[in-house]
Protein backbone atom coordinates (compact mmCIF):
# COMPACT_ATOMS: atom_id res chain seq x y z
CA UNK A 1 0.00 0.00 0.00
CA UNK A 2 1.46 3.83 -0.48
CA UNK A 3 0.26 4.27 3.14
CA UNK A 4 3.08 2.67 3.98
CA UNK A 5 5.67 4.65 1.95
CA UNK A 6 3.60 7.81 1.66
CA UNK A 7 1.82 8.55 4.43
CA UNK A 8 3.48 7.00 7.16
CA UNK A 9 5.72 9.96 8.30
CA UNK A 10 2.04 12.53 7.90
CA UNK A 11 1.63 14.40 11.65
CA UNK A 12 -2.27 13.43 12.95
CA UNK A 13 -3.04 17.71 11.93
CA UNK A 14 -1.25 17.05 8.22
CA UNK A 15 -3.24 13.74 7.97
CA UNK A 16 -6.87 15.83 8.93
CA UNK A 17 -5.65 18.89 6.91
CA UNK A 18 -4.66 16.24 3.76
CA UNK A 19 -8.36 14.57 4.18
CA UNK A 20 -10.18 18.10 4.62
CA UNK A 21 -8.85 18.96 1.58
CA UNK A 22 -9.57 16.07 -0.33
CA UNK A 23 -12.89 16.29 1.11
CA UNK A 24 -13.12 19.86 0.01
CA UNK A 25 -12.42 18.43 -3.70
CA UNK A 26 -15.10 16.29 -3.64
CA UNK A 27 -17.66 19.00 -2.82
CA UNK A 28 -16.63 21.22 -5.38
CA UNK A 29 -16.45 18.69 -8.06
CA UNK A 30 -19.82 16.61 -7.03
CA UNK A 31 -22.27 19.23 -5.14
CA UNK A 32 -21.10 22.37 -7.19
CA UNK A 33 -20.62 20.79 -10.55
CA UNK A 34 -23.13 18.34 -10.45
CA UNK A 35 -25.76 18.47 -7.68
CA UNK A 36 -26.51 22.10 -7.83
CA UNK A 37 -28.11 21.59 -10.98
CA UNK A 38 -30.40 19.31 -9.17
CA UNK A 39 -31.21 22.28 -6.66
CA UNK A 40 -31.59 24.60 -9.56
CA UNK A 41 -33.61 22.96 -11.84
CA UNK A 42 -36.69 24.66 -12.30
CA UNK A 43 -34.14 28.01 -12.58
CA UNK A 44 -32.63 26.59 -15.33
CA UNK A 45 -35.86 25.22 -17.09
CA UNK A 46 -37.99 28.90 -16.48
CA UNK A 47 -34.63 30.34 -17.34
CA UNK A 48 -34.30 29.27 -20.65
CA UNK A 49 -38.03 28.27 -21.41
CA UNK A 50 -37.19 24.38 -21.78
CA UNK A 51 -40.03 21.71 -21.04
CA UNK A 52 -38.90 19.18 -17.93
CA UNK A 53 -37.66 16.58 -20.74
CA UNK A 54 -35.31 18.74 -21.68
CA UNK A 55 -34.05 20.04 -18.87
CA UNK A 56 -33.63 17.00 -17.70
CA UNK A 57 -31.79 15.63 -20.49
CA UNK A 58 -29.16 18.73 -20.04
CA UNK A 59 -28.86 17.03 -16.66
CA UNK A 60 -27.95 13.78 -18.00
CA UNK A 61 -25.27 15.54 -20.41
CA UNK A 62 -23.70 16.42 -17.18
CA UNK A 63 -23.91 13.07 -16.41
CA UNK A 64 -23.09 11.50 -19.72
CA UNK A 65 -19.65 13.39 -19.94
CA UNK A 66 -19.17 12.00 -15.95
CA UNK A 67 -19.01 8.79 -17.36
CA UNK A 68 -16.57 9.43 -20.26
CA UNK A 69 -14.73 11.02 -17.37
CA UNK A 70 -14.80 7.73 -15.40
CA UNK A 71 -13.63 5.75 -18.76
CA UNK A 72 -10.65 8.82 -19.53
CA UNK A 73 -9.49 8.07 -16.00
CA UNK A 74 -9.40 4.24 -16.38
CA UNK A 75 -7.24 4.90 -19.28
CA UNK A 76 -4.77 7.23 -18.13
CA UNK A 77 -4.60 7.28 -14.13
CA UNK A 78 -1.05 4.88 -14.87
CA UNK A 79 0.39 8.21 -16.51
CA UNK A 80 -1.84 10.89 -13.84
CA UNK A 81 -1.69 8.78 -11.22
CA UNK A 82 -4.45 9.47 -8.26
CA UNK A 83 -3.23 12.87 -6.88
CA UNK A 84 -3.03 13.99 -10.97
CA UNK A 85 -6.39 13.27 -11.53
CA UNK A 86 -8.06 15.23 -8.72
CA UNK A 87 -6.02 17.54 -9.49
CA UNK A 88 -6.71 18.09 -13.18
CA UNK A 89 -10.72 17.49 -11.99
CA UNK A 90 -10.69 19.91 -9.60
CA UNK A 91 -9.22 22.13 -12.04
CA UNK A 92 -11.74 21.54 -15.28
CA UNK A 93 -14.93 22.13 -12.40
CA UNK A 94 -13.60 25.21 -11.55
CA UNK A 95 -13.84 26.58 -15.18
CA UNK A 96 -17.06 24.94 -15.64
CA UNK A 97 -18.33 26.52 -12.87
CA UNK A 98 -17.19 30.12 -14.32
CA UNK A 99 -18.91 29.15 -17.66
CA UNK A 100 -22.41 28.53 -15.45
CA UNK A 101 -22.04 31.87 -13.84
CA UNK A 102 -22.13 33.86 -17.01
CA UNK A 103 -24.19 31.53 -18.88
CA UNK A 104 -25.43 33.90 -21.54
CA UNK A 105 -27.40 31.27 -23.28
CA UNK A 106 -28.35 27.52 -23.34
CA UNK A 107 -25.80 26.23 -25.33
CA UNK A 108 -22.69 27.55 -22.70
CA UNK A 109 -24.48 26.23 -19.67
CA UNK A 110 -24.89 22.50 -21.58
CA UNK A 111 -20.85 23.09 -22.71
CA UNK A 112 -20.44 23.79 -18.87
CA UNK A 113 -22.57 21.10 -17.33
CA UNK A 114 -20.97 18.58 -19.56
CA UNK A 115 -17.50 19.72 -18.34
CA UNK A 116 -18.23 19.81 -14.79
CA UNK A 117 -19.53 16.46 -14.99
CA UNK A 118 -16.51 15.42 -17.03
CA UNK A 119 -13.74 16.42 -14.43
CA UNK A 120 -15.83 15.31 -11.69
CA UNK A 121 -15.01 11.55 -12.12
CA UNK A 122 -11.14 12.54 -11.74
CA UNK A 123 -12.19 13.70 -8.79
CA UNK A 124 -13.97 11.67 -7.17
CA UNK A 125 -11.79 8.25 -8.72
CA UNK A 126 -8.97 9.33 -7.05
CA UNK A 127 -10.14 11.05 -3.91
CA UNK A 128 -11.06 7.51 -2.29
CA UNK A 129 -7.85 5.77 -2.88
CA UNK A 130 -5.91 8.76 -1.70
CA UNK A 131 -7.97 8.62 1.80
CA UNK A 132 -7.58 5.48 2.07
CA UNK A 133 -3.51 5.36 2.07
CA UNK A 134 -3.85 8.30 4.19
CA UNK A 135 -5.58 6.35 6.83
CA UNK A 136 -4.38 2.54 6.39
CA UNK A 137 -6.24 -0.66 5.82
CA UNK A 138 -8.26 -0.99 8.93
CA UNK A 139 -9.78 2.40 8.09
CA UNK A 140 -11.26 2.20 4.57
CA UNK A 141 -14.67 2.74 5.39
CA UNK A 142 -14.06 5.50 7.76
CA UNK A 143 -11.83 6.76 4.80
CA UNK A 144 -14.39 7.09 2.36
CA UNK A 145 -16.97 8.65 4.70
CA UNK A 146 -14.94 11.50 5.18
CA UNK A 147 -15.15 12.39 1.49
CA UNK A 148 -19.26 11.94 1.37
CA UNK A 149 -19.23 13.65 4.03
CA UNK A 150 -17.73 16.63 2.41
CA UNK A 151 -20.02 16.29 -0.45
CA UNK A 152 -23.18 16.45 2.24
CA UNK A 153 -21.35 19.89 3.35
CA UNK A 154 -21.40 20.68 -0.08
CA UNK A 155 -25.00 20.06 -1.13
CA UNK A 156 -25.65 21.77 2.24
CA UNK A 157 -23.68 25.16 0.94
CA UNK A 158 -25.76 25.00 -2.43
CA UNK A 159 -28.93 25.18 -0.42
CA UNK A 160 -27.90 27.67 1.94
CA UNK A 161 -26.55 29.69 -0.86
CA UNK A 162 -30.41 29.02 -3.15
CA UNK A 163 -31.55 30.06 0.31
CA UNK A 164 -29.82 33.30 1.13
CA UNK A 165 -30.11 34.88 -2.28
CA UNK A 166 -32.79 36.07 -3.83
CA UNK A 167 -34.71 33.10 -5.77
CA UNK A 168 -37.59 34.27 -8.53
CA UNK A 169 -40.33 32.83 -6.37
CA UNK A 170 -38.78 35.51 -3.71
CA UNK A 171 -38.90 38.03 -6.82
CA UNK A 172 -41.99 37.33 -7.56
CA UNK A 173 -43.53 38.02 -3.84
CA UNK A 174 -41.60 40.74 -3.25
CA UNK A 175 -42.52 43.12 -6.27
CA UNK A 176 -40.08 42.60 -8.46
CA UNK A 177 -41.22 40.11 -10.70
CA UNK A 178 -45.73 41.22 -11.87
CA UNK A 179 -47.72 38.14 -10.82
CA UNK A 180 -50.60 37.50 -12.90
CA UNK A 181 -49.54 39.35 -16.25
CA UNK A 182 -48.48 38.25 -19.63
CA UNK A 183 -45.16 40.43 -18.67
CA UNK A 184 -44.47 38.37 -15.81
CA UNK A 185 -43.33 35.17 -18.04
CA UNK A 186 -40.65 37.18 -19.20
CA UNK A 187 -39.62 38.82 -16.13
CA UNK A 188 -40.12 35.35 -13.82
CA UNK A 189 -37.47 33.59 -16.64
CA UNK A 190 -34.76 36.76 -16.12
CA UNK A 191 -35.02 35.82 -12.26
CA UNK A 192 -34.62 32.81 -12.76
CA UNK A 193 -31.39 32.92 -14.78
CA UNK A 194 -29.77 35.53 -12.69
CA UNK A 195 -30.60 33.22 -9.70
CA UNK A 196 -28.57 30.47 -11.19
CA UNK A 197 -25.99 32.64 -12.42
CA UNK A 198 -25.70 34.22 -9.33
CA UNK A 199 -25.16 30.91 -6.99
CA UNK A 200 -22.67 29.53 -9.50
CA UNK A 201 -20.93 32.52 -9.21
CA UNK A 202 -20.37 31.77 -5.50
CA UNK A 203 -19.44 28.39 -5.85
CA UNK A 204 -16.87 28.93 -9.06
CA UNK A 205 -15.27 31.37 -6.03
CA UNK A 206 -15.27 28.64 -3.22
CA UNK A 207 -14.04 26.32 -6.10
CA UNK A 208 -10.61 28.47 -6.84
CA UNK A 209 -9.66 28.61 -3.16
CA UNK A 210 -10.04 24.80 -2.80
CA UNK A 211 -7.88 24.34 -6.32
CA UNK A 212 -5.19 26.39 -4.64
CA UNK A 213 -5.22 24.65 -1.57
CA UNK A 214 -5.26 21.19 -2.93
CA UNK A 215 -2.53 22.26 -5.13
CA UNK A 216 -0.42 22.86 -2.20
CA UNK A 217 -1.88 19.89 0.12
CA UNK A 218 -1.35 17.27 -2.87
CA UNK A 219 1.18 18.83 -4.90
CA UNK A 220 3.32 15.48 -4.39
CA UNK A 221 2.21 12.31 -4.05
CA UNK A 222 3.73 8.61 -3.60
CA UNK A 223 2.78 6.16 -6.22
CA UNK A 224 1.43 2.33 -5.87
CA UNK A 225 1.81 2.01 -9.80
CA UNK A 226 -0.14 -0.98 -11.41
CA UNK A 227 -1.73 -1.92 -14.59
CA UNK A 228 -3.47 0.48 -16.15
CA UNK A 229 -5.49 0.96 -19.64
CA UNK A 230 -9.15 -0.78 -19.95
CA UNK A 231 -7.55 -4.60 -19.65
CA UNK A 232 -5.88 -3.50 -16.62
CA UNK A 233 -8.93 -1.81 -15.37
CA UNK A 234 -11.35 -5.29 -15.96
CA UNK A 235 -8.74 -7.63 -14.60
CA UNK A 236 -8.51 -5.42 -11.66
CA UNK A 237 -11.89 -4.94 -10.54
CA UNK A 238 -11.93 -8.92 -11.46
CA UNK A 239 -10.54 -8.84 -8.01
CA UNK A 240 -13.42 -7.88 -6.03
CA UNK A 241 -15.30 -10.20 -4.83
CA UNK A 242 -18.31 -10.38 -5.88
CA UNK A 243 -17.49 -7.02 -8.27
CA UNK A 244 -20.82 -7.89 -11.00
CA UNK A 245 -23.26 -8.34 -8.45
CA UNK A 246 -21.74 -5.02 -6.51
CA UNK A 247 -21.29 -2.99 -9.81
CA UNK A 248 -25.24 -3.36 -10.82
CA UNK A 249 -26.06 -2.20 -7.28
CA UNK A 250 -23.79 0.62 -7.70
CA UNK A 251 -25.20 1.68 -11.11
CA UNK A 252 -28.91 1.11 -9.76
CA UNK A 253 -28.08 3.17 -6.62
CA UNK A 254 -27.21 6.26 -8.96
CA UNK A 255 -29.79 5.65 -10.61
CA UNK A 256 -31.97 6.33 -7.26
CA UNK A 257 -29.64 9.01 -6.49
CA UNK A 258 -30.00 11.09 -9.24
CA UNK A 259 -34.13 10.61 -9.42
CA UNK A 260 -34.57 11.54 -6.02
CA UNK A 261 -31.79 14.77 -6.67
CA UNK A 262 -33.70 15.68 -9.41
CA UNK A 263 -36.99 15.39 -8.93
CA UNK A 264 -37.44 15.98 -5.31
CA UNK A 265 -37.54 19.93 -4.94
CA UNK A 266 -40.19 20.08 -8.00
CA UNK A 267 -42.40 17.25 -6.60
CA UNK A 268 -42.65 18.55 -3.29
CA UNK A 269 -43.45 21.97 -4.40
CA UNK A 270 -46.44 20.22 -6.10
CA UNK A 271 -47.91 20.26 -2.90
CA UNK A 272 -48.62 23.37 -2.16
CA UNK A 273 -51.29 22.56 0.64
CA UNK A 274 -48.58 21.34 2.11
CA UNK A 275 -44.79 22.65 1.64
CA UNK A 276 -44.01 26.06 0.84
CA UNK A 277 -41.07 26.84 -1.69
CA UNK A 278 -38.52 27.22 1.07
CA UNK A 279 -40.13 24.17 2.41
CA UNK A 280 -39.38 21.83 -0.68
CA UNK A 281 -35.73 23.21 -0.77
CA UNK A 282 -35.18 22.58 3.17
CA UNK A 283 -35.97 18.73 2.09
CA UNK A 284 -32.82 18.72 -0.73
CA UNK A 285 -30.58 20.43 2.25
CA UNK A 286 -31.52 17.62 4.47
CA UNK A 287 -30.77 14.96 2.19
CA UNK A 288 -26.99 17.02 2.17
CA UNK A 289 -27.27 16.67 5.70
CA UNK A 290 -27.84 13.21 5.94
CA UNK A 291 -25.03 12.54 3.44
CA UNK A 292 -22.79 14.45 6.10
CA UNK A 293 -23.65 11.98 8.79
CA UNK A 294 -24.16 8.90 6.30
CA UNK A 295 -20.27 8.79 5.30
CA UNK A 296 -18.90 8.55 8.58
CA UNK A 297 -21.50 6.13 10.62
CA UNK A 298 -21.97 4.02 7.33
CA UNK A 299 -18.02 4.17 6.77
CA UNK A 300 -17.63 2.76 10.40
CA UNK A 301 -20.74 0.62 10.05
CA UNK A 302 -18.65 -1.34 7.46
CA UNK A 303 -15.63 -1.43 8.94
CA UNK A 304 -17.27 -3.43 12.09
CA UNK A 305 -19.89 -5.80 10.66
CA UNK A 306 -18.85 -6.02 6.73
CA UNK A 307 -19.14 -4.23 3.54
CA UNK A 308 -22.01 -5.87 1.95
CA UNK A 309 -24.37 -5.99 5.36
CA UNK A 310 -23.80 -2.26 5.41
CA UNK A 311 -24.85 -1.90 1.49
CA UNK A 312 -27.98 -4.05 2.05
CA UNK A 313 -28.80 -1.66 4.74
CA UNK A 314 -28.16 1.63 2.73
CA UNK A 315 -30.67 0.19 0.40
CA UNK A 316 -33.20 -0.73 3.01
CA UNK A 317 -33.55 2.76 4.56
CA UNK A 318 -33.76 4.37 0.74
CA UNK A 319 -36.32 2.20 0.31
CA UNK A 320 -37.83 3.40 2.56
CA UNK A 321 -37.21 6.98 2.72
CA UNK A 322 -38.31 7.71 -0.77
CA UNK A 323 -41.75 6.45 0.29
CA UNK A 324 -42.21 8.51 3.34
CA UNK A 325 -40.78 11.53 1.50
CA UNK A 326 -42.80 11.12 -1.02
CA UNK A 327 -46.32 10.18 -1.17
CA UNK A 328 -48.96 12.25 -0.66
CA UNK A 329 -51.39 10.63 1.90
CA UNK A 330 -48.27 10.30 4.59
CA UNK A 331 -46.91 13.68 3.61
CA UNK A 332 -50.65 15.16 4.69
CA UNK A 333 -51.03 12.92 7.32
CA UNK A 334 -47.87 13.88 9.22
CA UNK A 335 -46.82 17.41 7.72
CA UNK A 336 -43.84 18.24 6.04
CA UNK A 337 -41.51 17.24 8.98
CA UNK A 338 -41.91 13.39 7.59
CA UNK A 339 -40.73 14.62 4.52
CA UNK A 340 -37.41 16.47 5.97
CA UNK A 341 -36.63 13.26 8.38
CA UNK A 342 -36.67 11.10 5.88
CA UNK A 343 -34.57 13.19 3.27
CA UNK A 344 -31.94 13.20 6.35
CA UNK A 345 -32.12 9.28 6.51
CA UNK A 346 -32.28 9.22 2.37
CA UNK A 347 -28.86 11.54 2.53
CA UNK A 348 -26.94 9.29 4.98
CA UNK A 349 -28.01 6.02 3.01
CA UNK A 350 -26.39 7.87 -0.51
CA UNK A 351 -23.60 8.53 1.13
CA UNK A 352 -23.56 5.41 3.52
CA UNK A 353 -23.40 2.87 0.31
CA UNK A 354 -21.15 5.08 -1.77
CA UNK A 355 -18.15 4.52 1.08
CA UNK A 356 -19.33 1.28 1.48
CA UNK A 357 -18.73 0.11 -2.03
CA UNK A 358 -15.48 2.32 -2.24
CA UNK A 359 -14.29 0.15 0.91
CA UNK A 360 -14.87 -2.69 -0.68
CA UNK A 361 -13.16 -2.30 -3.82
CA UNK A 362 -10.32 -0.52 -1.90
CA UNK A 363 -10.40 -3.99 0.12
CA UNK A 364 -8.74 -5.72 -3.04
CA UNK A 365 -6.58 -2.70 -4.67
CA UNK A 366 -4.71 -0.42 -4.58
CA UNK A 367 -2.87 2.64 -6.00
CA UNK A 368 -3.30 3.04 -9.64
CA UNK A 369 -4.68 -0.27 -10.19
CA UNK A 370 -7.56 1.13 -7.16
CA UNK A 371 -8.29 3.97 -9.57
CA UNK A 372 -8.65 2.14 -13.03
CA UNK A 373 -10.90 -0.21 -11.11
CA UNK A 374 -13.16 2.25 -9.38
CA UNK A 375 -13.20 4.10 -12.54
CA UNK A 376 -14.18 1.29 -14.72
CA UNK A 377 -17.18 0.60 -11.84
CA UNK A 378 -17.51 4.27 -11.64
CA UNK A 379 -18.87 4.24 -15.79
CA UNK A 380 -21.63 2.38 -14.78
CA UNK A 381 -22.82 4.12 -11.80
CA UNK A 382 -22.42 7.13 -14.48
CA UNK A 383 -24.98 5.38 -16.66
CA UNK A 384 -27.15 4.73 -13.44
CA UNK A 385 -26.36 8.61 -13.14
CA UNK A 386 -27.62 9.91 -16.66
CA UNK A 387 -30.54 7.55 -16.48
CA UNK A 388 -32.39 9.31 -13.88
CA UNK A 389 -33.48 12.85 -14.96
CA UNK A 390 -34.29 11.70 -18.80
CA UNK A 391 -36.66 8.77 -17.24
CA UNK A 392 -38.07 10.85 -14.55
CA UNK A 393 -38.73 13.81 -16.79
CA UNK A 394 -40.38 11.78 -19.37
CA UNK A 395 -42.48 10.25 -16.92
CA UNK A 396 -43.16 13.60 -14.85
CA UNK A 397 -44.47 14.74 -18.61
CA UNK A 398 -46.12 11.52 -19.44
CA UNK A 399 -48.36 11.40 -15.98
CA UNK A 400 -48.57 14.96 -15.19
CA UNK A 401 -46.71 13.92 -11.63
CA UNK A 402 -42.78 13.13 -10.68
CA UNK A 403 -44.20 10.00 -8.49
CA UNK A 404 -44.13 7.69 -11.55
CA UNK A 405 -40.13 7.97 -11.22
CA UNK A 406 -39.99 7.55 -7.38
CA UNK A 407 -41.96 4.47 -8.09
CA UNK A 408 -39.31 3.21 -10.29
CA UNK A 409 -36.20 4.15 -7.66
CA UNK A 410 -38.03 2.80 -4.48
CA UNK A 411 -38.44 -0.67 -7.01
CA UNK A 412 -34.27 -0.60 -8.27
CA UNK A 413 -33.76 0.01 -3.97
CA UNK A 414 -35.65 -3.79 -4.01
CA UNK A 415 -33.66 -5.24 -6.61
CA UNK A 416 -30.43 -3.81 -5.18
CA UNK A 417 -31.10 -5.72 -1.55
CA UNK A 418 -31.80 -9.06 -3.51
CA UNK A 419 -28.28 -8.58 -5.37
CA UNK A 420 -26.11 -8.13 -2.42
CA UNK A 421 -27.85 -10.01 -0.19
CA UNK A 422 -27.16 -10.38 3.60
CA UNK A 423 -23.14 -12.21 5.02
CA UNK A 424 -20.07 -11.51 5.66
CA UNK A 425 -17.66 -10.16 2.66
CA UNK A 426 -16.38 -13.64 2.55
CA UNK A 427 -19.15 -15.41 2.44
CA UNK A 428 -19.37 -17.04 -1.15
CA UNK A 429 -23.04 -16.29 -3.10
CA UNK A 430 -23.99 -17.08 -6.73
CA UNK A 431 -21.91 -15.05 -8.64
CA UNK A 432 -22.76 -12.79 -11.46
CA UNK A 433 -21.10 -13.53 -15.07
CA UNK A 434 -17.90 -11.74 -14.69
CA UNK A 435 -17.25 -11.46 -10.76
CA UNK A 436 -15.24 -13.54 -8.89
CA UNK A 437 -16.21 -15.03 -5.57
Not at 5 to 19: C, E, K, P, V, Y
Not at 52 to 75: E, K, W
Not at 121 to 140: D, I
Not at 265 to 292: K, M, N, Q, R
Request: glycine share 14%.
Amino acid sequence: MTSATHAAGFSRARRIGTLLTLAAAAAVSQSFGRFTYSLLFTDLRDGFGLSNTVAGALGSLNLLMYLAGSLAVALTVGRTGLSGAVRIGVAGNVVGLALLAWSPNVGIAALALALTGFSAAGVWVGTPGLAAELLGPRKRGAAAGWLTGGVGCGMVAAAALDALLQGPSDAVSSGAVPSGLDSSEAALADASRSHLRDVYLIEFLLGAVVLVVLAVAVRRWARTPGRTGFRGARDALAKVPQAGRLVTAYALHAFIVATMLTFIVGHLEGYPDIFTAWGAELAFSSIGVGCIAGGPVFGRMADRIGRRRSVTIGFGVSFISIITSTVYPLLAFVGPLLAWVSAIAFGMAFSGIIASIAARVSDSLAGDEFGAAYGLATILFGLGLAAGPPVGGALADWFDSFGPAFGLAVAACAISVALIGWGDDSAPVSPLRGSTS
